[in-house]
């Protein structure tokens, strides 16, 4: 099965800075890889994804990037803000799936201000 | 913006009881999926499900397990005699998108369970 592996398990950052977190998977079926933010006491709300037929997607401040042949892809936050204090999880499934979500063990993040 | 709810947000009970966990998905959605977050682990998926069937489970979904969707709204997840290992965060997720299409899934707040 699908294997998700997540780096770094703890990132601070000064705020203004910006903070990359980095996701393998093992599975080269996988095509859908969403990133998600969890605030203490919360769910996981859904921040960012890429299919596999794209290499980069950004959205304002977040952007995100697949490596299909190396099988990895990054989450990458610009001019953070201490609002993206939380803990990231990156996530992958196939189409063959039910929308199955495999998921990494995810990052905490801190910006300092 | 439409949100997916959980109910109750937390539920404490004993050993070898049974615990019904409730969602409300979003109203157009299709695909309901449950996950559980044991403290300070990652998120992981125990089942789907869609046209009132499950669709996939992982090794964790045991026959201690089961789920339904017994009013058109409501989605539940039930276990049927809880073990201590079964405390942890358990988080209702949907989409309205197909297989093949997009995933997007919309998690609720979470139900923490505790079993002592």
């Known amino acids: 099965g699908e294997n998700v592996e997540q780096h770094p398990s703890t990132l601070s950052v000064q705020e203004g800075d910006s903070a990359v977190i980095k996701c393998t998977y093992s599975?080269?079926?996988?095509?859908?890889f969403p990133w998600y933010k969890q605030e203490l006491g919360k769910g996981p709300q859904l921040i960012i994804d890429i299919r596999s037929n794209v290499g980069e997607k950004k959205d304002q401040r977040i952007a995100v990037t697949l490596n299909k042949t190396a099988k990895h892809f990054s989450l990458h936050i610009t001019e953070t803000q201490p609002e993206d204090s939380a803990v990231y999880f990156c996530?992958?499934?196939?189409?063959?799936?039910?929308?199955?979500?495999?998921f990494g063990a995810g990052t905490q993040v801190v910006v300092t201000p | 913006e439409p949100e997916v709810t959980q109910t109750p947000s937390h539920q404490v009970t004993q050993m070898g009881q049974e615990v019904i966990l409730r969602c409300v998905p979003i109203s157009n959605h299709l695909y309901f999926y449950w996950y559980r977050q044991i403290l300070g682990q990652k998120v992981e998926f125990l089942v789907s499900f869609y046209n009132n069937e499950i669709s996939e489970k992982s090794e964790i979904f045991d026959d201690q397990f089961s789920v339904e969707r017994p009013d058109g709204s409501n989605f539940t997840l039930k276990i049927r005699s809880t073990k201590l290992e079964d405390s942890a965060m358990y988080f209702c997720?949907?989409?309205?998108?197909?297989?093949?299409?997009?995933?997007?899934?919309?998690f609720g707040p979470g139900t923490r369970l505790t079993v002592t």
């Open positions: 599975d080269s079926a996988s095509n859908y």
């Open positions: 997720a949907n989409t309205n998108t197909h297989r093949g299409s997009s995933y997007e899934q919309y």
């Open positions: 996530a992958a499934s196939r189409t063959d799936s039910w929308g199955k979500l495999q």
